[in-house]
T-cell receptor, first 112, second 113 residues
């Protein structure tokens, strides 16, 4: 199993602050996905990054895939209470029907 | 659109009991997965299926069984429940391998006491 390490595990910030979440591995991934999960629900896809060095923006969220395709980051600008949730990075495992290997997640709390 | 549905939403089992967690999708996806999520541990793969009649073990298959008789349904069977199986179980499906979004059900919260 290809391990994905996420940091930080917990993050509590005030509305308007910026933050970055990191996802690192010693393995090369063909792609990485970021999911967001709210309490009592399943994860929902935010973005898929495929090309090394790729940067994708989704409103206030910026996702980056490392040049060597071993790491990724999620940056949120001017966080809002609606950004509160669990952020999970995941890489596909071609040996298991392209099931996802997940990091342990970053739990984000944004307070007004 | 229903997407991926799971039943039940919650369940409490006694040690040694058995149950089946139901999962169905209406998107005609060939690939389906069962994950479990424990606090602070992310999601771990239990079993997966690449099409009707084809299933295989994931990272944590012990104590579970699956079947895939149709494209739509992918039930997970727990035999002789143990406290270690207390977890939240998610079923997911995807259209095709590589780069495609996995769609997750709302989960089943299982407690074994």
């Amino acid at each position: 199993t290809q391990l994905l390490e996420q940091s930080p595990q917990f993050l509590s910030i005030q509305e308007g602050e910026n933050l970055t979440v990191y996802c690192n591995s010693s393995s090369v991934f063909s792609s990485l996905q970021w999911y967001r999960q709210e309490p009592g629900e399943g994860p929902v896809l935010l973005v898929t990054v495929v090309t090394g060095g790729e940067v994708k923006k989704l409103k206030r969220l910026t996702f980056q895939f490392g040049d060597a395709r071993k790491d990724s980051s999620l940056h949120i600008t001017a966080a809002q209470p609606g950004d509160t949730g669990l952020y999970l990075c995941a890489g596909e495992d071609s040996n298991s029907g392209y099931a996802l290997n997940f990091g342990k997640g970053t739990s984000l709390l944004v307070t007004p | 659109n229903a997407g991926v549905t799971q039943t039940p939403k919650f369940r409490i089992l006694k040690i040694g009991q058995s149950m089946t967690l139901q999962c169905a999708q209406d998107m005609n996806h060939n690939y389906m997965y069962w994950y479990r999520q424990d606090p602070g541990m992310g999601l771990k793969l239990i079993y997966y299926s690449v099409g009707a009649g084809i299933t295989d073990k994931g990272e944590v298959p012990n104590g579970y069984n699956v079947s895939r008789s149709t494209t739509e349904d992918f039930p997970l069977r727990l035999e002789l429940a143990a406290p270690s199986q207390t977890s939240v179980y998610f079923c997911a499906s995807t259209k095709a391998p590589q780069f495609y979004e996995q769609y997750f059900g709302p989960g089943t919260r299982l407690t074994v006491t």
